[in-house]
């Protein structure tokens, strides 16, 4: 894959911030969208737009056509064994809190154990909380190792008996570190507990296939993978999806409605309650296309060179600490610049045309495991180069001299 001739099919990637050309490294919060996706919801609204699954006429079929043929996108995606087991959401927030809420409050009981790690993000965090609380289930932990990985022998200690769910992320959104999902759930479903998997860093870069993975539930978000905000989905095994009850109840969802009592329509449109988000679902769909015809093997390839090669280069650069491990890692490096505060790391840099995430990431749990209270964030997608990396390193020395540091060693 070229990266530069795939930057030219990202409108947004050809503009100077601050007289300087733009070098877009903040893609774990959102990456950007290529002329395709843009084209295809334009194309949406322009000739398709209708409410999908209730009328007779053209548009409406034509919706209800882009729109089912979006979740058949995501099912081949993740090799998922049948669309209905794709749920519509908002993006891998709502699809997360719809299992904690749908499944793990129905199904949990006091004394029940709910096994995650500490560098989850708060979206995989704080719904299995709230589960806890309601249930009377416990929170355990697994351990991390000094460079931000974790062991299978600390998830054979950690998931018992008791276990019913263990939530995992598959990527750190702030470590890079990659925890081997297959043999999770297999360790899980020994002792009987299902697996929930937060994929929203893995999808965008990983070949995921969730009859391999053998997850219980797998969650994901369009805007971190060149599609729209504002649309996700949740894969689920589909006897799981069929025990669950809806969290969201209205139009669309129902099959048959009385004065005191309603059943609800078959997988997956009990979970899709109200006018789903129809244009989000297109360009979703056009997003996987983009992504399918450049290869997710290519693309995993490219940015772990990528990232070795800005390992390299920022870990020459004297008083700059990395977060996470060095090797089999993905695409993003977390680091702190001395006592620069990761903030004024982060605003140097976009004076100089450098867009990278500053704070806690929502990770203040891992945060307080690193020992501070902010990182600086650069992460790569498929449009970046060596060039990209080149422009960070020289302008983090700039930074360094700005708040009166030595330069480099």
């Not at 774990?28 to 737009?49: G, H, L, M």
């Not at 995992?168 to 929930?196: D, F, M």
């Not at 296939?209 to 689920?236: E, R």
Request: charged share 20%; net charge negative.
């Amino acid at each position: 894959m070229d990266p530069l001739a795939l930057k030219s099919e990202f409108p947004i990637l050809n503009q100077d911030i601050n007289g300087h050309p733009l070098v877009y490294l903040d893609n774990a919060a959102t990456t950007q969208k290529p002329r395709s996706v843009i084209e295809a919801i334009k194309r949406y609204y322009e000739w398709d737009n209708a409410n999908v699954h209730r009328g007779v006429h053209t548009l409406g079929s034509r919706a209800t056509d882009a729109y089912e043929g979006a979740r058949e996108k995501v099912a081949r995606f993740l090799n998922a064994p049948a669309s209905r087991q794709i749920i519509f959401t908002r993006g891998t927030t709502t699809a997360l809190n719809i299992v904690a809420s749908g499944y793990a409050r129905q199904t949990l009981r006091e004394g029940d154990e709910i096994v995650l790690t500490p560098m989850e993000h708060h979206s995989n965090l704080i719904p299995w909380q709230q589960a806890a609380k309601a249930t009377g289930a416990t929170l355990k932990y697994i351990p991390l190792q000094p460079d931000g990985t974790i062991t299978l022998a600390d998830v054979e200690a950690t998931v018992t008996e008791r276990t019913k769910i263990v939530a995992i992320t598959y990527v750190s959104n702030v470590l890079g570190t990659i925890n081997p999902i297959a043999k999770i759930a297999e360790i899980a479903h020994r002792n009987g507990a299902i697996i929930v998997v937060d994929g929203a860093q893995s999808t965008p870069h990983l070949k995921v296939d969730v009859q391999a993975l053998d997850v219980d539930f797998y969650a994901l978000s369009g805007h971190k993978m060149c599609g729209p905000t504002g649309i996700g989905a949740l894969y689920g095994k589909a006897q799981l999806l069929e025990r669950m009850e809806p969290v969201e109840f209205g139009g669309e969802m129902i099959d048959f409605v009385e004065l005191y009592d309603s059943t609800w329509k078959e997988l997956p449109w009990k979970f899709e309650g109200g006018t789903p988000m129809i244009a989000g679902a297109v360009g979703l769909g056009a997003a996987i296309d983009f992504l399918e015809q450049i290869g997710l093997h290519n693309i995993d390839q490219h940015e772990k060179k990528l990232t070795r090669y800005a390992i390299e280069r920022l870990s020459n650069i004297d008083g700059l600490k990395i977060f996470g491990p060095r090797e089999e890692r993905a695409g993003l490096i977390t680091f702190n610049l001395g006592d620069v505060h990761p903030h004024d790391v982060a605003t140097v840099l976009d004076t100089e045309g450098i867009a990278v995430r500053a704070g806690h990431h929502c990770c203040q749990p891992l945060m307080r495991w690193l020992n501070v209270s902010a990182t600086a964030r650069a992460s790569f997608y498929l449009y970046n180069t060596e060039h990209d990396v080149d422009r960070l390193a020289e302008s983090l020395v700039k930074t360094k001299e700005f708040f009166g540091y030595e330069s480099i060693r």
